[in-house]
């Protein structure tokens, strides 16, 4: 079965740089989710879109911005990079069948280096 | 948000059955209790759910108390693969649609010894 896709799986980036990431869900899910892990600590929900529209907003930063594309991709993008944003970022997707979504489904993740 | 509280970390033997507790003493009527496991490098997956009954999945089964205060995860025979970070998440199913953030607390890191 088809799963959420990440790329890049892998990003290594200078400080003050920018980097975008992006997420590709399960066909026909229609909400997307951006969680950070930092490393050692819990995922912790960042942002999340549904029908291409910002649904919830968790704790993410001004510098980084994220949007649901016509085709339900979304991408996160972030800028002025610090060394604290190097984390693990995963998306998950989930389908509304019947206004209730029970299961996220995730993907691998894009590691993100800060040097 | 109602919290949950899990041990840090609990050991079982291989082919045996592991039983993880979580407290949710504020859980609220409309709160339903996910479970999600996190394997080594890999991102959460989905384990189960309730709200009041106990049910069962191919992968667990999930005890919930009568009062909802507190709930038990169990895997009926652990193997090596099921080593990893549980996390106990409950989730108001009447917010958002139904698309409701996960929030992640301290889950318990099952360690599964040979």
């Known amino acids: 079965a088809a799963g959420v896709i990440q790329s890049p799986r892998h990003l290594i980036k200078e400080k003050r740089e920018t980097a975008t990431l992006k997420c590709y869900p399960i066909?026909?899910?229609?909400?997307v989710y951006w969680y950070q892990q930092g490393p050692g600590q819990d995922p912790q929900f960042l942002i999340s879109f549904y029908e291409k529209m910002q649904s919830d907003k968790g704790s993410i930063p001004d510098r980084f911005s994220a949007q649901q594309f016509s085709d339900y991709h979304s991408e996160l993008n972030m800028s002025s990079l610090e060394l604290g944003d190097s984390a693990l970022y995963f998306c998950?997707?989930?389908?509304?069948?019947?206004?209730?979504?029970?299961?996220?489904?995730f993907g691998p993740g894009t590691r993100l280096t800060v040097l | 948000d109602a919290k949950t509280t899990q041990p840090n970390s609990m050991e079982s033997n291989e082919e045996e059955p592991v039983h993880l507790p979580c407290n949710h003493s504020t859980i609220s009527g409309t709160d339903y209790i996910h479970w999600y496991r996190q394997l080594p490098s890999q991102g959460p997956e989905y384990v189960i759910h309730g709200l009041t009954s106990n049910v069962n999945n191919r992968m667990a089964s999930l005890a919930i108390a009568e009062d909802r205060k507190s709930s038990t995860l169990i895997l009926h025979r652990a193997t090596l693969r099921d080593a990893a970070v549980y996390y106990c998440i409950l989730r108001d199913e009447r917010s958002n649609f139904g698309n409701e953030k996960l929030t992640f607390g301290t889950g318990t890191r099952l360690t599964i010894i040979p």
């Open positions: 066909p026909r899910h229609d909400t």
């Open positions: 998950a997707s989930s389908p509304l069948a019947g206004g209730l979504s029970h299961e996220q489904f």
